[in-house]
């Protein structure tokens, strides 16, 4: 609160312009102006970048990042980070399938009790990821990077140990047909799922005493103690969910190649670690919004769909994307340290 109050009276003494774009800064972070320079720049080198059918593309296309940047955004607050998130994609993915291919042909005529018990056992899989990251970190005192490389690692060589490299195909059709590609009053599926997410992250964060909690771990784990929050537990519930939400990405993704793929998630735990830094969720914990990490992911989206249209490669779009990573952790630094009144 001081922080605040000093980083005001500091910001009395600029012109006006700057005051607006300090005060947008503060609150915000650097996602606003980010996001205007992609749009204009885009917009220059496409005269596509700007149509309504492109936005909506874009829109369908960020769900898959969206749903992975809220449940990094979990951890992060806590003052840690995800990094096996691609790797529970791809076991969710693995397990789902499997499991789906072989119950199918014991019981053909009970499809969607198949593909219940697929989602099921994929959310299974990954909820143990979850809980063994969680409990390495709040139990054994691991560092975040360590824990969740070396758990991406395993789970990354198991998911190839089950399939061999191979996709799984065989699913059966409606898995695909609905989840993937079905509609509903003509929006497509992933996108009511990701808007429910979006809703049910919300009122988890800002309106339960599990948010309150994720928050109080990140800002002063310390004092957390001493209020009696249980940091261990909360520190194995963000990571359980972040897995479970990544999960459920991995049966979207699923659902939309209509196989079970060992190589899903590729880059998604940088972008969404991306996405959730670009959007003001500190790297130091204790602070992060859901709707501006919403706006993160569909940043991020809209940088790639402006790139693949103005024809810039995939390599040079990871050079870009890792830029940005950068130049907002950068911002970040700067953010915090106005903040707390020392800038």
């Known amino acids: 609160m001081s922080g605040s109050a000093t980083a005001g009276r500091q910001g009395d003494s600029l012109p006006g312009i700057v005051r607006v774009f300090r005060s947008i800064f503060l609150r915000l972070g650097v996602l606003p102006f980010f996001l205007v320079i992609a749009i204009v720049t885009f917009s220059l080198l496409s005269d596509r970048f700007l149509a309504v059918n492109n936005f909506m593309n874009v829109f369908r296309q960020s769900v898959y990042l969206l749903l992975v940047s ?8 806590t003052g840690g980070f995800d990094l096996s998130v691609g790797a529970v994609i791809a076991l969710t ?19 969607w009790l198949v593909i219940f018990a697929g989602c099921l056992a994929g959310l299974l899989a990954a909820a143990v990821v979850g809980f063994v990251n969680g409990a390495g970190v709040a139990y054994f005192g691991v560092s975040p990077f360590i824990m969740t490389l070396g758990v991406s690692s395993v789970v990354a060589g198991i998911s190839l140990f089950l399939t061999g490299g191979v996709p799984v195909s065989g699913m059966p059709f409606d898995f695909g047909n609905v989840f993937g590609f079905g509609r509903v009053w003509g929006i497509p599926v992933p996108v009511l799922i990701a808007l429910v997410a979006i809703a049910a992250m919300w009122v988890l964060m800002d309106r339960t005493r599990v948010g309150a909690h994720i928050y109080a771990v990140g800002g002063n784990e310390k004092a957390a103690k001493l209020s009696a929050i249980d940091t261990k537990k909360t520190l194995i519930v963000a990571y359980g969910l972040c897995a479970l939400i990544a999960s459920l990405t991995g049966l979207l993704l ?42 993160g992911a569909i940043f991020i989206t809209l940088a790639q769909n402006g790139m693949n249209l103005a024809q810039v490669s995939s390599y040079m779009q990871m050079v870009l994307l890792g830029g940005v990573l950068i130049l907002a952790v950068v911002f970040d630094q700067v953010r915090y340290r106005m903040i707390m009144g020392r800038a």
Do not use: H, K, W, Y
């Open 254 to 295: 699923t659902a939309r190649v209509e196989s079970g793929e060992a190589n899903l998630g590729g880059t998604i735990a940088l972008e969404s670690i991306a996405a959730c830094v670009i959007a003001g969720v500190s790297l130091r914990g204790g602070i992060g919004r859901v709707e501006n990490v919403v706006l």
């Open 93 to 111: 993915s693995v397990t789902s399938a499997l499991v789906m291919v072989a119950l199918i042909g014991m019981f053909p005529d009970a499809v």
């Open 70 to 77: 809220m449940g990094q955004m979990l951890v992060l607050i």
